[in-house]
């Protein structure tokens, strides 16, 4: 089994629904983020976290929340979905120390 | 100035071929840098960590220059397995990883 593991994969939905990217992970870290990724933009920070109390904004976080609902659950909301969001998704991991991130396999998120 | 700011190539080699990859940043206080693989449409993974001077491993080589804030990776004896695209990604303090847009590499016969 994966490290960390995301579902859906892959979703399409319509603009204006609400969905949620989910992930977890087996590693113990405390830390872990969502990243989304445009091509040409690489990976660009939407929320992190250092622990379940503590949610940090990224660079990109407007029209995003989370919720991270125990050390190994951190989820993605969209609330009211738009094309724009279309994306790769990834929810990484990483120690304290961030000696390394761990990601997800992604999810590939459509909006139409 | 973008935090950490990446060619994002294509650099096409032939097989057998030396490359090199920089990477700069703005960060002068970034203490942790590394250099990640990504397939196309797959995750990232960590290929090398650079912490002081630059490391080494097999065909690998990672450097750090501090004083000029970039590091660079050189691959020697090019793999067609090699292509792939490298993202340079740095240690914002002890908070975050920000990672760069990333260099497409694509080996060829």
């Known amino acids: 089994d994966a490290d960390v593991t995301q579902t859906p994969r892959n979703r399409i939905t319509k603009t204006g629904k609400r969905i949620m990217l989910e992930c977890s992970q087996t590693?113990?870290?405390?830390?872990m983020y969502w990243y989304r990724q445009d091509p040409g933009l690489g990976l660009r920070l939407i929320y992190y976290?250092?622990?379940?109390?503590?949610?940090n904004k990224g660079e990109i976080s407007d029209g995003y929340s989370v919720s991270r609902q125990a050390q190994a659950k951190f989820s993605l909301s969209l609330e009211s979905a738009i094309p724009n969001q279309t994306a790769l998704y990834f929810c990484?991991?990483?120690?304290?120390?961030?000696?390394?991130?761990?990601f997800g396999q992604g999810t590939r998120l459509t909006v139409v | 100035r973008k935090e950490v700011e990446q060619d994002p190539g294509p650099f096409n080699v032939p097989e057998g071929a030396t490359v090199a990859f920089n990477c700069t940043y703005s960060?002068?206080?970034?203490?942790?840098f590394f250099w990640y693989r990504q397939d196309c449409r797959k995750e990232p993974k960590l290929l090398m960590s650079?912490?002081?001077s630059g490391n080494e491993d097999g065909r690998f080589t990672a450097q750090l220059n501090r004083a000029s804030q970039y590091i660079s990776l050189l691959i020697r004896d090019s793999k067609l397995s090699d292509s792939a695209t490298y993202l340079c990604?740095?240690?914002?303090?002890?908070?975050?990883?920000?990672f760069g847009t990333g260099t497409r590499l694509q080996v060829f016969p």
């Open positions: 990604v740095v240690n914002w303090g002890t908070d975050k990883l920000i």
């Open positions: 976290s250092f622990d379940v109390k503590d949610i």
């Open positions: 650079v912490y002081s």
């Open positions: 590693k113990g870290h405390d830390r």
């Open positions: 990484a991991t990483s120690d304290y120390l961030n000696t390394e991130a761990f």
């Open positions: 960060n002068s206080a970034s203490q942790s």
